[in-house]
């Protein structure tokens, strides 16, 4: 660390850049970071991002860059009524009122105004479809060309070089100064860091003119501090997210007093396969194929036992319950129906096709005659379109499965989002424990918590990351 003849820490140079300090400083470079970057640099601040890995983009590169939003013309063409009030009440729902309710409007409100900003500002191609995902009401989630994340933040990272905005990478961030007031003035960081390696010992501080902005992301890979928080989540649950995804910066930002909310809020994914690590490809038939047109049965009894197009805190809890992963089943019109590539999910193994359900049932140690039996009051419900076991909504396009070949998947919950973080008003300021703003400290994205309380919808993410990331990058501006 470097320090002037009275010993007071001193900014240092950035390894990717020549500044010593910036009006903004943003800490992670997923959909919040950048976008409140990319909002405070364009009201003017010079901004620097700074990133602990050797590459941008955090857990939002490898997402699906799934994103929801009410009231697009994708909807209307496919007679789809839906409105802010609606998704908000979708969310609440799902989040089982735990979350706070001004967050929830401002989000829903301002998620039409994100998607068309990452559609037609900074250029985004989505694919000309609306999906529903459990404990949405109605289809209003959006998915870019390749199916990834990475759409996204590409348009993004390509904004900030626009805008001349620098993005310091392998920069840990590990402390939040503050002067004699409380106010969050910069950073001190370590330079160098390589993630799995040793701790570098070079420490940087970089000062902040105006705010800092925490975008950290969340906790998901955090072994002992998720484990701390749900002690059902230990090593013997794989997770989606990069191994980045832990809570060192929420940590520092509860040491200066930031509040934390519902840290015990830990969503895991039931669409996730156990015969493959990280996200995969397994979770495109899961997610997009089995819960909204196939059936879940418990291999130890051939039997459906939730409804597939509950939330995923409902399936989840489910899938727990079985005590053993289980089998998402959908037959050939389903798969192409959705219209997805399932080949890369098929050569890994993940997913497998069947001549017959007997050769299913052979395969995944299922009583043939149970499983005939359930997907034969399963067809017939389809053909009466309600389910009077589980009360799944029937679709509409759904269709009895009856036409080989038969897909089958074995489905175990990964930890997937961390719905609890710090406390942040509508302003995305970070609030103290004792019931005030911190002030030059805002905070956007899965670091947050309190927005989708209990369980959080699929797509919900990226709309939060990208509408609070803004608010947080504008408001930082004019600290
Ligand atoms: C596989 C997967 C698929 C998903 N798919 C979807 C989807 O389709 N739709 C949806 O809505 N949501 C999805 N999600 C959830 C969503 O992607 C995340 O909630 C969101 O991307 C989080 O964005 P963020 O900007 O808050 O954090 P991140 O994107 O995780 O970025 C945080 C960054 O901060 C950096 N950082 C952390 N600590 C420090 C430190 N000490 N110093 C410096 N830098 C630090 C990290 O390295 C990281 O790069 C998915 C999640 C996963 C894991």
């Known amino acids: 660390m470097q320090t002037d003849e009275q010993g007071v820490l001193r900014p240092a140079v950035c390894m990717e850049?020549?500044?010593?300090?910036?009006?903004?400083?943003?800490?992670?470079?997923?959909?919040?970071?950048?976008?409140?970057a990319i909002e405070a640099a364009q009201a003017g601040a010079s901004v620097l991002v700074l990133e602990k890995m050797r590459a941008p983009?955090?857990?939002?590169?490898?997402?699906?860059g799934g994103i929801a939003a009410p009231g697009t013309t994708y909807q209307l063409d496919a007679g789809i009524e839906d409105s802010p009030e609606l998704m908000y009440a979708d969310m609440l729902t799902a989040g089982e009122g735990l979350n706070f309710p001004e967050l929830v409007k401002i989000i829903t409100e301002g998620a039409l105004d994100a998607f068309l900003w990452t559609r037609d500002d900074?250029?985004?191609?989505?694919?000309?479809?609306?999906?529903?995902?459990?404990?949405?009401s109605v289809a209003r989630c959006y998915t870019p060309e390749g199916v990834s994340g990475a759409a996204l933040i590409k348009a993004l990272l390509a904004r900030l070089k626009q805008l001349?905005?620098?993005?310091?990478?392998?920069?840990?961030?590990?402390?939040?100064?503050?002067?004699?007031?409380?106010?969050?003035?910069?950073?001190?960081?370590?330079?160098?860091?390589?993630?799995?390696?040793?701790?570098?010992?070079?420490?940087?501080?970089?000062?902040?003119?105006?705010?800092?902005?925490?975008?950290?992301g969340g906790f998901g890979s955090d072994v002992w501090f998720r484990k701390a928080q749900d002690p059902r989540l230990d090593d013997?649950?794989?997770?989606?997210?990069?191994?980045?995804?832990?809570?060192?910066?929420?940590?520092?930002?509860?040491?200066?007093?930031a509040n934390p909310v519902q840290l015990s809020r830990i969503q895991l994914g039931a669409w996730a396969s156990p015969d493959e690590t990280g996200f995969g490809a397994g979770?495109?038939?899961?997610?997009?194929?089995?819960?909204?047109?196939?059936?879940?049965?418990?291999?130890?009894?051939g039997g459906r036992f939730t409804s597939e197009l509950s939330d995923r805190r409902v399936l989840a809890e489910a899938l727990l319950r079985q005590k053993h992963p289980v089998i998402g089943?959908?037959?050939?019109?389903?798969?192409?129906r959705e219209g997805w590539d399932l080949s890369k999910a098929i050569a890994k193994g993940v997913v497998k096709t069947f001549g017959s359900w007997e050769k299913l049932a052979e395969h995944y140690q299922i009583d043939p005659a149970a499983l005939q039996k359930s997907v034969a009051r399963f067809n017939e419900m389809v053909r009466r379109g309600l389910d009077e076991d589980y009360h799944k909504p029937i679709l509409k396009e759904a269709s009895p499965l009856e036409v080989p070949p038969f897909y089958g998947m074995r489905l175990w919950p990964k930890v997937h989002?961390?719905?609890?973080?710090?406390?942040?008003?509508?302003?995305?300021?970070?609030?103290?424990?004792?019931?005030?703003?911190?002030?030059?400290?805002?905070a956007a994205g899965e670091v947050t918590g309190g927005i989708h309380g209990a369980c959080r919808l699929g797509s919900c993410a990226i709309t939060e990351c990208l509408v609070m990331g803004r608010i947080a990058g504008k408001r930082a501006a004019s600290a």
Not at 190 to 212: F, T
Not at 236 to 257: D, F, Q, R, V, W
Not at 329 to 336: E, F, G, L, M, T
Not at 429 to 436: A, F, K
């Open 122 to 136: 900074l250029g985004v191609h989505y694919l000309n479809r609306v999906d529903i995902f459990g404990g949405h």
């Open 164 to 216: 001349s905005v620098p993005i310091c990478l392998g920069a840990y961030v590990e402390t939040l100064l503050q002067d004699e007031s409380g106010r969050v003035i910069g950073v001190q960081y370590l330079e160098g860091y390589q993630h799995g390696q040793p701790m570098p010992h070079s420490k940087k501080v970089i000062l902040a003119r105006k705010a800092v902005i925490v975008a950290a």
């Open 283 to 301: 979770p495109l038939f899961g997610d997009y194929v089995v819960f909204p047109y196939g059936i879940l049965v418990d291999p130890a009894t």
């Open 17 to 36: 850049s020549a500044m010593d300090c910036a009006d903004v400083l943003v800490i992670g470079s997923g959909f919040a970071g950048l976008s409140a």
């Open 57 to 64: 983009g955090g857990n939002s590169i490898i997402s699906d």
């Open 236 to 257: 013997h649950l794989m997770s989606t997210n990069k191994p980045s995804a832990t809570a060192e910066i929420l940590k520092t930002c509860m040491g200066i007093g």
């Open 417 to 442: 989002h961390t719905m609890g973080g710090i406390q942040v008003d509508t302003s995305a300021r970070v609030i103290h424990r004792d019931q005030y703003p911190i002030p030059g400290l805002f």
């Open 329 to 336: 089943i959908a037959d050939a019109a389903a798969v192409k």
